[in-house]
């Protein structure tokens, strides 16, 4: 669940209440000495000038009190156009800075357990920590239910030894008893879990599913925050990245639910009790798969609540017991997060550390524990991170490496050969102002999702490869993320019947082509949070369009000179089709949950787009591209000029490393 917004809470109480506490003061300290006459004149003076004050401090929060506009699309029926923008789009600058790293303790850890569960303590660490003689006990952590934990006697440990559960809590003293050590450590028990059940083992058919989300996440901010791990994903990983996923609610609960269940939230399509809610995973487990689920902030997790734990890898009890050996994160760790957000305050610990590293870490740890100890194992695996995004954008730009890492480790040891990963996220950010501006408003509905399969299932199902690139500028849904693990779940990767356009259901296979014709109401996305954008045809004579088009082949030209004396310059032929592409977005003011001066005085800007579809000379070569248009001189690209026909012969000069300048190049 997601919690109120945290930037205005601690500032507004610790204001009136030093305000309230100066003026108590100081009136007890002038009725002391006066006399009654003069004591009335100052009683006034003093009530003014408190009134003043109170005034002045009010303004001032109403006025720098954040604005969230809220918009709803009044065009839900509409065949949906996925919306286009800029993702460096310098309107957003201001809300993305450079992190400075955020700095946890520096001690080393004292006993670490190795890849085969065995605890063992580290001399070197020990010495280099000037500890002299340690003993050390461990506790194992038992969760009970799904709110409390506890840590169970503390045994000692002198030689390594097997741990046979998943987290031990490790405590050391040194010869004068005194404590130097007070962690948690964590594996993933497998002795145990195999004596209990049979597991299967992956095949070209049976696929493992890693699902890696952050929440949070649009697909905007993942590409400006996480820039390496999207290029790894991209250029080593083929993966599909879609611009068209939506949300379907507004926070996490109601858009996670639909991924792990493909129902919709707060209906009465949900069982009563958590317990009841039939997650896939239960039905990855019974087809002898291993289940794991990795999240931070058992706050804030996804699904909380169970009287069992819900599957058999659950790192939840690591994150309550944390609770036991430091004070959970406060209303005060949450404004000292929102200082350090700011990048001040950097040499001080973070709360988002917990001991010696971010918390996030100790999540990934985690799933890579579960991933590397079960191997060729079928494996369904749900990593979620929380805190790192939940209410900042920029901290998650310090995770962009690790992320990456660890996909290509995945990649690296062979564990993506027999398996899907998914990396995605449940919305966009729900605390940052960017949502008042016309790209942040859009872009905040489309939350990440990626796709990566193995190459095998690729080539021997052609049309799955070809429907995804299909979906990539389809409207897609959490829905349609649950029907494709049925498949994955079924092995079923046949091609299928095209879907009926006039009975779209409201979860599609990413496996198969959704239909361009799909509305946000077909696919059961309210009005709130609707991303599509309509259009209307114009006239190819139109003076706009005359200027987009020119501006576009000599765009085409700039990029054919990267390349000089091999290609024809080209010119325009005709116009063959524009059309004026618009958000059918409308302020609802009733929507908004709070009232801020600010609202009053910040522009909303809808920009003008318009779609050209093209044909040059000489070649005859057809484009399409949308454009933003804000007067003749004032043109902006919205991403790649399209080849729409074939260039076949035409670019037989450009060797297959320039393959781009094909679509564009017809030779000399
Ligand atoms: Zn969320």
Redesign the pocket.
């Known amino acids: 669940m997601?919690s109120a917004c945290i930037f205005t809470t601690p500032p507004l109480f610790v204001i009136f209440s030093s305000l309230f506490m100066t003026c108590s003061f100081l009136f007890y300290r002038l009725t002391q000495k006066m006399r009654k006459s003069r004591l009335k004149k100052y009683l006034r003076n003093l009530v003014l000038f408190v009134l003043a004050i109170t005034g002045v401090v009010y303004f001032n929060i109403q006025y720098n009190w954040p604005v969230f506009h809220v918009f709803r699309n009044k065009n839900i029926l509409a065949p949906c156009i996925i919306p286009k923008f800029d993702i460096e789009d310098p309107q957003l600058d201001r809300f993305f800075w450079k992190q400075v790293p955020l700095k946890c303790d520096t001690w080393e850890n004292l006993v670490f357990i190795d890849s085969n569960g065995i605890l063992h303590i580290n001399e070197t660490a020990i010495k280099r920590g000037g500890y002299g003689h340690v003993t050390c006990k461990y506790g194992k952590i038992k969760l009970h239910g799904d709110y409390k934990v506890s840590i169970e006697d503390l045994t000692d440990f002198k030689q390594p030894e097997y741990i046979d559960t998943d987290f031990v809590n490790v405590q050391c003293v040194d010869d004068g008893q005194k404590q130097v050590y007070n962690n948690l450590h964590m594996h993933v028990d497998i002795k145990s879990i195999k004596e209990q059940r049979k597991i299967g083992t992956e095949s070209q058919d049976q696929l493992s599913v890693y699902l890696f989300g952050i929440?949070?996440m649009s697909r905007l901010i993942t590409e400006r925050k996480l820039r390496k791990t999207m290029k790894y994903l991209r250029e080593d990983l083929d993966a599909y990245v879609l611009k068209g996923y939506t949300k379907v609610a507004d926070?996490?609960?109601p858009?996670?639910l639909p991924v792990f269940t493909g129902l919709k939230a707060y209906t009465k399509e949900v069982p009563a009790g958590i317990d009841n809610i039939p997650f896939i995973w239960k039905n990855f487990s019974s087809q002898g798969y291993i289940d794991h689920l990795s999240e931070d902030h058992p706050g804030?997790a996804?699904f909380q609540g169970f009287n069992a734990p819900p599957v058999t890898h659950y790192l939840r009890p690591f994150f309550m017991a944390m609770e036991k050996i430091v004070s959970p994160r406060s209303a005060l760790n949450n404004a000292y997060m929102f200082v350090q957000h700011r990048n001040f305050l950097q040499n001080n610990v973070s709360p988002m550390c917990f001991g010696n590293q971010l918390k996030h870490k100790y999540v990934m740890d985690y799933t890579r524990r579960f991933v590397e100890t079960y191997g060729s194992h079928l494996k369904f695996s749900f990593t979620w991170i929380?805190e790192i995004t939940?209410d900042f954008i920029n901290i998650v730009e310090l995770a962009d490496e690790e992320v990456r890492d660890y996909f290509k480790w995945l990649k690296d040891s062979g564990r993506l050969d027999n398996a899907m990963l998914i990396f995605f996220?449940?919305?966009g950010p729900?605390y940052s102002e960017m949502q008042n501006t016309a790209v942040g408003r859009i872009s905040n509905l489309l939350p990440l999702f990626t796709m990566v399969l193995p190459d095998h299932v690729k080539s021997r199902y052609p049309h799955i490869h070809r429907n995804l690139k299909k979906n990539i500028d389809r409207l897609s849904t959490h829905y349609d993320f649950f029907e494709t693990m049925k498949d994955i779940l079924n092995s079923d990767f046949a091609e299928k019947p095209a879907i009926d356009p006039t009975a779209i259901p409201r979860g599609i296979s990413l496996f198969q082509e959704i239909p361009a014709a799909r509305s946000c109401k077909t696919a059961d996305i309210s009005e709130h949070y609707c991303p599509c954008y309509s259009s209307k045809q114009i006239s190819p004579q139109d003076e706009r369009v005359r200027a987009i088009s020119h501006f576009i082949v000599d765009q085409i030209n700039l990029i054919l000179d990267d390349i000089p004396g091999r290609c024809a310059k080209l010119s325009l032929d005709t116009v063959e089709r524009a059309s004026l592409v618009y958000a059918d977005m409308e302020r609802d003011e009733k929507a908004e949950s709070y009232f801020s001066f600010r609202s009053y005085l910040w522009k909303i800007e809808e920009k003008t787009r318009i779609l050209v579809a093209l044909k040059t000379t000489p070649g005859g070569a057809q484009f399409e591209t949308t454009v933003e248009y804000r007067g003749k001189r004032n043109i902006k690209l919205l991403g790649d000029i399209n080849r729409t026909n074939k260039y076949g012969d035409q670019a037989k000069c450009i060797k297959f490393e320039e393959k781009f300048y094909r679509l564009y190049c017809l030779c000399l």
Do not use: A
């Open positions: 997601d929440d949070s926070n996490s609960f858009n996670l804030l996804s929380n939940h996220s449940d919305h729900r």
